[in-house]
């Protein structure tokens, strides 16, 4: 089984930095597309970013060129650097792996003061 910890979360002023970090236990992380979701309560579960097993990355709108995913197989850790935080960035955000079958962290609370 496949267990995923996400960790980084926290509160920051406006315009501030954090870096997501995600540990994934069990086999195949390397041959994994991973990826970061966010939800805020009363919202539905939406993609941030995705990075596949050879590096290529995706973004959503919302956050190009303030976040930056990537990923150290060595360490079967995936990252989510995030950038001049807005307060619509708040959420809870969620790590994904995605290999055959797909996997979910428990999510670590992102909460950004305006």
């Known amino acids: 089984q496949v267990q995923l910890v996400e960790s980084g979360g926290g509160l920051v002023q406006a315009g501030g930095s954090l870096r997501l970090s995600c540990v994934a236990s069990g086999p195949n992380f390397s041959a994994a597309s991973m990826a970061w979701y966010r939800q805020a309560p009363g919202k539905q579960r939406d993609l941030v970013a995705r990075?596949?097993?050879?590096?290529?990355?995706d973004y959503a709108d919302p956050v190009k060129g303030r976040f930056t995913i990537s990923r150290d197989n060595a360490k079967n850790t995936v990252y989510l650097q995030m950038n001049r935080l807005e307060p619509e960035d708040t959420a809870v955000y969620y790590c994904r792996l995605a290999f055959f079958l797909v996997s979910w962290g428990k999510g670590t609370q992102v909460t950004v003061s305006s």
């Open positions: 990075i596949t097993r050879d590096g290529t990355t």
